[in-house]
């Protein structure tokens, strides 16, 4: 169970007439779900026009709140209320409302029942801020007294100061930080929005504008930065919420330079129909129908190389074992475990998906449009396109969305629609066939995906696409030379 991060608590009171308070409490979280710490929160009141700063560690903030009926603390001629921010490092406020010119003392009393400040004052009718410096850690009490009566307000000191201070500011004064905010009645616009900094850099949360009228807890998200060659679009991939991103293209290898990357376009493909590729690729250099576990790490198989071409079985073992999975061991088996140099060109980035996590994608997944996937011809490419969790339908029309035994046909997509589409998180798989030992086949009818997860001896699960049928726990020799997609774990 993920345990959220209580930041800031706002009290903001109904009325004078009423002893209840409405609580805001605000938590963080990421886009992909996680949590997020938070150093700030910026809280404004769109409806009578004022804002404030939540700032850790100093969390609480407390607006207009009565301790006392109206008739009663005019009957005395004053209201003291709550102390802001509280607990406090340097200074703390606290509103005191006169309904007539009074004679004031004010008294800041340890818990231990020491004095260690007081002032003696005359003061105008309205509202004053009374502020309050300690030089000890602890709880303390601000009494304050007229000739009328008395009252007190807690406070709790967890800074390391050198003053014991009380003393009354303008009621014109701006509060630097957090400070008096202003009317608040229920039904209020208010608007949230967080920061967090972290080494120099400051991220901002997603803006949340409501009407307020009870208390509640308030999630604000922050965006979940797209990782380098990767599509801006987040899917779900569990029911435990963990999200991924697409690469930007297939993977590819380059026997030249030894380097591994991402395709420029989604839509890209290398080998051709009736192509002879040569044995281990002699014919060309570069490589994206792969057999399995081929990730180039002398993981233990025996083709482990990209463009090994044979088509013995036993020879494509991960790990020189074929119960072993790719992400078993140490993983290299992977491709992903790769530096990809358009994909961020470290090791370990990047992961192939799990035959669950696949079907995950194209069944499983709740989105608000309910749309996942919809077979389609982008340019003269024919393939399936992924719609992320986010996706709207009013985007783009897609015919008969999250149907698997429909042609490629039923939606016609010209590459000016597909540069739309993908910018809002669309991912495109290509129909780029297969290689049987060095015979490329089936180019733009058939594409198939690896999963990392094995089947049995001689073969593993992938994604089958074909002109009127998709199978995304399909199950194929891993002598086969198919693609690879790779995604990135959105944290």
């Known amino acids: 169970m993920k345990k959220f991060f209580l930041f800031a608590m706002l009290f903001i009171a109904l009325s004078a007439q009423a002893q209840e308070a409405v609580t805001v409490k605000f938590t963080a979280a990421t886009e992909a779900g996680g949590y997020s710490p938070l150093t700030s929160v910026m809280v404004t009141d769109l409806t009578h026009g004022w804002m404030t700063t939540l700032t850790y560690p100093d969390t609480v903030l407390v607006l207009s709140q009565p301790t006392v009926g109206v008739g009663e603390w005019q009957g005395r001629n004053f209201n003291v209320g709550s102390a802001f921010p509280n607990p406090f490092t340097d200074m703390s406020y606290v509103p005191l409302e006169l309904s007539e010119s009074s004679d004031v003392t004010l008294q800041v009393i340890r818990a231990d029942g020491k004095v260690v400040a007081t002032q003696h004052m005359r003061l105008d009718p309205g509202t004053h801020n009374v502020t309050v410096r300690l030089s000890t850690p602890g709880m303390a009490f601000l009494h304050v007294a007229t000739p009328r009566g008395s009252s007190t307000a807690r406070l709790l000191y967890t800074g390391h100061g050198s003053v014991d201070d009380v003393k009354v500011i303008s009621r014109d004064y701006v509060v630097g930080r957090g400070g008096n905010p202003g009317v608040f009645e229920p039904g209020d616009i208010m608007r949230y929005e967080a920061f967090l900094s972290v080494g120099g850099t400051t991220f ?48 590819q290898y380059d026997k030249t330079t030894s380097e591994w990357s991402f395709m420029e376009h989604q839509y890209d493909m290398v080998e051709e129909l009736g192509q ?135 939606n016609p997509i010209s590459l000016e629609q597909w540069e739309m589409i993908e910018q809002y998180g669309a991912v495109f798989l290509p129909a780029a066939g297969y290689r049987l030992g060095i015979e490329i086949n089936n180019t733009e009818s058939s594409g198939h995906y690896w999963s990392s997860s094995h089947y049995f001896e001689d073969r593993a699960n992938c994604v089958s696409i074909f002109d ?23 944290h």
């Open 204 to 251: 901002h949360s997603t803006v949340l504008e409501q009407e307020q009228y009870t208390s509640e807890t308030v999630t604000l998200v922050f965006p979940v930065e797209t990782p380098e060659g990767a599509i801006d679009g987040l899917f779900s991939i569990n029911d435990d919420g963990e999200k991924v991103f697409f690469s930007k293209g297939n993977l």
């Open 276 to 410: 002879n590729v040569g044995e281990d690729y002699a014919a060309q250099n570069i490589v994206s129908l792969f057999g399995w576990s081929t990730s180039g790490y002398n993981h233990g198989a025996n083709c482990y190389q990209p463009w090994s071409t044979g088509t013995n079985y036993y020879d494509y073992h991960a790990y020189g074992y074929y119960q072993f999975n790719l992400e078993d061991q140490t993983g290299q088996a992977d491709w992903g475990y790769n530096a990809i140099v358009n994909g961020g060109n470290t090791e370990n980035l990047w992961r192939t998906l799990t035959t669950e996590e696949w079907a995950y994608v194209f069944e499983s997944r709740d989105t608000p449009s309910g749309i996942r996937f919809a077979k389609a011809k982008v340019g003269n490419v024919n393939g399936v396109i992924l719609l992320p969790d986010d996706w709207s339908g009013s985007y783009f029309n897609l015919n008969f969305p999250n149907t698997t035994n429909v042609y490629y046909e039923n």
């Open 468 to 490: 009127s049928g998709l199978y995304p726990q399909a199950i194929d020799f891993i002598f086969n030379g198919f693609s690879v997609r790779l995604v990135q774990v959105a």
